[in-house]
């Protein structure tokens, strides 16, 4: 019985870090050029675009979920080295990601997206733009690392419980 909540973890674990990267890739080359191409216009039609929703809705609770599956993975996989330090890497770029985030996007997303062009200068926004961009490419590299550290985590994991070893 343990073995298949673990190996549901496991695979839970990677199916949400697999929905983030696809989440951030869709906001990295449908979302954020469409936002960030003709400041500060496109900023306020990105703004009347989601309204709604926005990824500052979908992503918190996405990283949570990746991070609580990962721990959860983690504690249940332990005691399997070959498995063990994939799981923790691949959470530990998640927190980074998330860290990156909260310290250096979500200043620059309330200079773009809530004060914009009625407090700061058009030449100011497309600043915060570029460093907003910049900094998203590395939560984009560290989701990447993270999905493939989890990924060959799964890996190891499936051949050590369901693969036999060969006699020769």
Avoid: C
């Amino acid at each position: 019985m343990l073995k298949k909540f673990t190996f549901g973890s496991v695979i839970t674990h990677l199916w949400v870090q697999w929905i983030l990267l696809g989440s951030i890739l869709v906001d990295t080359f449908m979302l954020y050029p469409n936002i960030f191409h003709n400041i500060p216009n496109s900023l306020e039609l990105g703004m009347e675009f989601m309204e709604v929703a926005s990824p500052h809705t979908y992503f918190p609770p996405l990283g949570a979920a990746s991070i609580l599956t990962g721990i959860i993975g983690l504690i249940l996989t332990w005691k399997i080295k070959s498995v063990r330090y994939w799981m923790l890497f691949s959470i530990l770029m998640i927190v980074l990601e998330g860290a990156t985030s909260m310290v250096f996007e979500w200043s620059r997303n309330e200079i773009l997206f809530i004060e914009g062009a009625e407090v700061h200068s058009v030449g100011f926004l497309k600043q915060t733009a570029q460093e907003f961009l910049i900094v998203h490419g590395f939560r984009v590299a560290y989701n990447i690392i993270g999905s493939i550290l989890m990924f060959v985590g799964f890996i190891k994991y499936y051949q050590h419980h369901f693969v036999p070893l060969k006699k020769e």
